[in-house]
C-alpha cells in the first residue's frame, strides 16, 4: 500500500486488493446525452445534444468501462453496482427552494431514454423518495460495516459523498484521483458544507461565507457536538427565533441518508 498526500486528502494506491465498485452514474447519462468537443458535427448543433440515442449509449459504455478498465488496473474488481434515475425526492417537500434553480435548465431530449437504458443493461438500482447518492450512501454503509471500509469504493463526481469516511474515486478528467478520506475530515466536510452551501441544489443559509470562514470558525472543533455546538451558534446569530427550523432543515437538507 503506498500513500502521497495531496492537501487534506490522500490519494491511494491498492494493487491486487478485491474491491467492489459503487457507480453512481447519473452525471455519466447527462454527460453522455451531449456531443463531446471533438464530435465533428459540434459546432453545428447550437445546444450539443445528441438526437439519436445510438450516439449516447455509445459515449456513455464508452466512459462507464473506461473508469472500471483503470480501476481495474489497481484492483481486483469483484463487484460493481450501478445507481441511476431514483425519483421522488423528500427533500423537496422540505422546502420548495430546492433545486428550484434547476427548473428552466433545459434537459436533454435523451436523459430520460438513456436512464432507461442504464437500467435496463446495467440491472442498475434506483429507489423512490430518495436521490441516487442516498442509495449509494446507503448501499456503502451497509458494504462497509459488513466488510470493511476498504473492501468497498464509490465512484462519483459529486463532493456529498466526502461526508463520508470513505474511498471516493473522481473520474472527472481534471481530478481523476482515488481519495480515502478519515473519520475527523469527513465530520469536517460535513459541516463545512452547511456554511458554505451547494450552489447546484440551491441550498445556502449563509450567503458570503465560503471555505476560508468555516476553516476558521470551526477550528477547534474535534467532536460532532463541538461542530453542531458551533453550527447552532452561527443559525441563532443568523435566524434568531427560526435558528432551530433552519437548521433542522438545513441538516437533512445537505446530509445523505444511511
Known amino acids: ?37 471533438s464530435d465533428v458535427n459540434y459546432e453545428i448543433y447550437p445546444d450539443n445534444f445528441y438526437t439519436n440515442i445510438k450516439d449516447s449509449i455509445n459515449k456513455f459504455d464508452e466512459q462507464y468501462m473506461k ?36 427548473k428552466k435548465q433545459e434537459l436533454p431530449p435523451l436523459l430520460h431514454p438513456m436512464h432507461q437504458y442504464v437500467k435496463d443493461n446495467y440491472d442498475s438500482k434506483f429507489c423512490f423518495g430518495m436521490e441516487t447518492d442516498d442509495l449509494v450512501a446507503r448501499y456503502w454503509k451497509k458494504i462497509s460495516d459488513q466488510f470493511g471500509r476498504e473492501e468497498v469504493m464509490i465512484v462519483s463526481i459529486d463532493k456529498d459523498y466526502k461526508q463520508f469516511p470513505c474511498l471516493l474515486y473522481n473520474y472527472h478528467y481534471k481530478h481523476k484521483v482515488i481519495l480515502d478520506i478519515s473519520e475527523s475530515e469527513a465530520l469536517y466536510n460535513f459541516y463545512e458544507q452547511c456554511i458554505v452551501g451547494d450552489t447546484a441544489d440551491n441550498v445556502n443559509y449563509f450567503r458570503g461565507k465560503g471555505k476560508k470562514f468555516a476553516e476558521k470558525y470551526f477550528k477547534d472543533c474535534r467532536t460532532k457536538y463541538q461542530y453542531t455546538k ?29
Open 230 to 258: 458551533k453550527l447552532y451558534e452561527l443559525f441563532i446569530k443568523q435566524y434568531k427565533g427560526k435558528a432551530k427550523l433552519k437548521y433542522i432543515e438545513c441538516y437533512n437538507l445537505l446530509k445523505l441518508r444511511t
Open 67 to 102: 473508469i472500471v478498465n483503470d480501476l481495474e488496473q489497481l484492483y481486483d474488481i469483484d463487484k460493481v453496482v450501478t445507481f441511476n434515475g431514483s425519483k421522488g425526492n423528500f427533500r423537496k417537500q422540505l422546502t420548495p427552494t430546492y433545486k428550484a434553480n434547476r
Open 1 to 37: 500500500m503506498v500513500f502521497t498526500r495531496s492537501s487534506n486528502y490522500y490519494y491511494i494506491y491498492i494493487y491486487n486488493k478485491e474491491m467492489i465498485l459503487l457507480i453512481d452514474a447519473d452525471s455519466l447519462i447527462f454527460a453522455s446525452c451531449y456531443r463531446s468537443k
